[in-house]
């Protein structure tokens, strides 16, 4: 069975351009989850989404983030303007049963932002 | 305070060690318990859940205990491919989410 699709796997923008990830979670589960690592913060949780609705997005850093998911078979993080400090690898998680099973997580997004 | 807190470590032992990692959890509404394995440079993803009488997973053990809010992961007999970062992970109810401690780091050397 395919695992949770993340795209693209490498991003290197400059800073001030827009960027989009993109994340395909495992077919059947109903919570999405967006995270963001750093070696200084560790695994931040940005939002997650519960039958495509947005729970709780009070991760999100500031109004440059944003995400969406028109869909249960699909979602995206928008960065705009992206700016150096946004360099991460942020990854898309999903899970069957509600944010406290188990949750799956995509192979991740790195993200450098010039 | 962080939801989840555990030593990052690193821990450095030798092949065939016995190794242990605690966590604590600053929420008593706690209700499931995962330790998860992240090598470098990749996603994080599910060693084994923790259940309140403990359970075992060949090597690995991982243990609740709820009056002090820690849980545990013992590793035995430590292998190379053991080495890794070791996340420990608290779901609360209603919360609706699961919170990650920041991860111990392991190094199993020859």
């Known amino acids: ?13 400059e800073m001030g351009q827009e960027v989009t ?3 395909k979670p495992i ?22 989404f519960n039958n495509n609705v947005p729970i ?29 400090r946004d360099s991460a690898v942020y990854f898309c998680a999903s899970s069957s049963r509600g944010g406290q099973d188990e949750q799956f997580f995509g192979p991740g997004t790195r993200l450098t932002v010039l | 305070r962080k939801e989840v807190e555990q030593d990052p470590g ?16 600053s929420n008593s509404a706690s209700q499931s318990f995962f330790w998860y394995r992240q090598d470098c440079r990749k996603e994080p993803k599910l060693l084994m859940s923790v259940y ?4 075992e997973d060949g090597r690995f053990t991982a243990q609740l205990n709820r009056a002090s809010q820690y849980i ?9 491919s053991d080495s890794a970062t070791y996340l420990c992970v608290a779901g609360q109810t209603g919360a609706n989410n699961l919170f990650f401690g920041t991860g111990t780091r392991l190094t199993v050397i020859p």
Request: net charge negative; with cysteine; aromatic share 10%.
């Open chain 1, 1 to 13: 069975d395919a695992g949770v699709i993340q795209s693209p796997r490498h991003e290197v923008t």
């Open chain 1, 21 to 23: 990830l993109r994340c």
């Open chain 1, 27 to 48: 077919s059947g589960h109903n919570s999405l989850f967006w995270y963001r690592q750093t070696m200084m913060r560790g695994l931040e949780l940005l939002i997650y």
């Open chain 1, 56 to 84: 709780d997005d009070s991760g999100m850093p500031e109004d440059r983030f944003s995400a969406k998911m028109p869909n249960a078979s699909f979602s995206t993080l928008k960065i705009q303007p992206s700016e150096p």
């Open chain 2, 10 to 25: 690193p821990f450095n032992v030798p092949e065939g060690a016995t190794v242990a990692f605690n966590c604590t959890y």
């Open chain 2, 52 to 55: 309140s009488s403990g359970n």
């Open chain 2, 72 to 80: 545990s992961l013992l590793i035995r007999d430590s292998k190379l």
